[in-house]
């Protein structure tokens, strides 16, 4: 069979198959023969291992997974590409599509069905209308991924790598921040799909902390702070933290008991001290 890569291919086996491509699925497929298999290596697939993977298109980066993992499983929302699969996935008895969609996916019941005990990683070229909530929801899941690895666009990438206190940290940096340790592996040029996006694109990895610091309710008060304090970062956390529900007029006696400036704001903060400033405001 010829590369999933080769543009000739691919071009003759989505015309025979009458394949449009959809934007709304964020339907960029890649072309760039090297990325894939540096994907699969970085995920660190081995024989003992599963891999899940979101968004299948036409199995080039499940097929590197294949070659490399004990079992593959590939979440894929639209039902024109399992006869295209069955043709490109064909002979590769370790990789199994199944036609859902991510966002309603209960994990642990899902992983537990098609892993077993088995350890697990996900990969995945990800559809970019829906990054942000699928790397969230993998991550609040709690499920014990031994690693997270993801093409997302690159400004996107960015955000999820970003230092706190630079100007690319926002609320999914410090949310992603108390879950793992985020890093960016490498850029993809836009030239690497087809069809080409207008943006470039980076894989991250991400490796999840297995220590929790705050109770389920100290979690949940934490992304609601972070989220307001971010909802308006212009704003000093002593007017913008009224967005998460918490009265003014006690914001100023929170925020010393939190050793934090009445004058900072979101950016200036460590993750430690937005901690430290919901375990307060639950006293
Ligand atoms: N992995 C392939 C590659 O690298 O060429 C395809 C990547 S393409 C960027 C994203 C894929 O995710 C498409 O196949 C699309 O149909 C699928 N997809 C989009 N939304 C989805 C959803 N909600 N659940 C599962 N798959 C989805």
């Known amino acids: ?79 024109r590409l399992p006869p ?14 199944v036609l859902q969609d991510i966002m309603k996916v209960d994990i642990h019941p899902f992983m537990h069905e098609h892993f077993g005990e088995r350890s697990v990683s996900v990969c995945a070229n990800l559809p970019y209308y829906i990054t942000s909530p699928v790397i969230m929801g993998l991550l609040e899941s709690r499920y014990p991924f031994t690693s997270i690895t993801v093409m997302v666009q690159k400004e996107a990438a960015q955000r999820l790598c970003a230092e706190p206190g630079t100007r690319e940290a926002g609320a999914v940096t410090m949310a992603v921040r108390y879950f ?52 308006q970062r212009r704003k000093t956390l002593s007017n913008s933290l ?21 004058t900072a704001r979101a950016e200036q903060l460590t993750l430690e001290e937005f901690i430290r400033l919901a375990k307060e405001s639950l006293k």
């Open 242 to 262: 009224a967005g998460a529900g918490i009265p003014k007029a006690e914001i100023p006696a929170l925020l010393e008991a939190a050793g934090i400036s009445p």
């Open 84 to 97: 295209i699969l069955d043709e490109t996935l064909a002979g590769l008895d370790n990789a199994e599509i």
């Open 180 to 231: 793992a340790h985020a890093e960016k592996l490498f850029d993809v040029s836009r030239g690497s799909f087809t069809p080409s996006p207008n943006v470039d694109s980076a894989v991250i990895r991400l490796t999840l902390h297995n220590n929790p610091t705050c109770t389920p309710a100290e979690e949940k008060r934490l992304f609601a702070l972070v989220r307001a304090a971010f909802g």
């Open 1 to 79: 069979m010829a590369a999933l890569t080769d543009i000739g291919y691919i071009r003759d086996l989505l015309g025979r198959h009458g394949f449009r491509f959809s934007k709304a699925l964020g339907q960029n497929f890649l072309v760039n023969p090297t990325v894939c298999p540096r994907m699969a290596e970085a995920c660190g697939a081995s024989p003992e291992s599963g891999v899940l993977e979101i968004g299948a298109g036409i199995g080039v980066l499940t097929r590197e997974l294949a070659l490399r993992a004990g079992k593959v499983v590939c979440v894929e929302v639209d039902d």
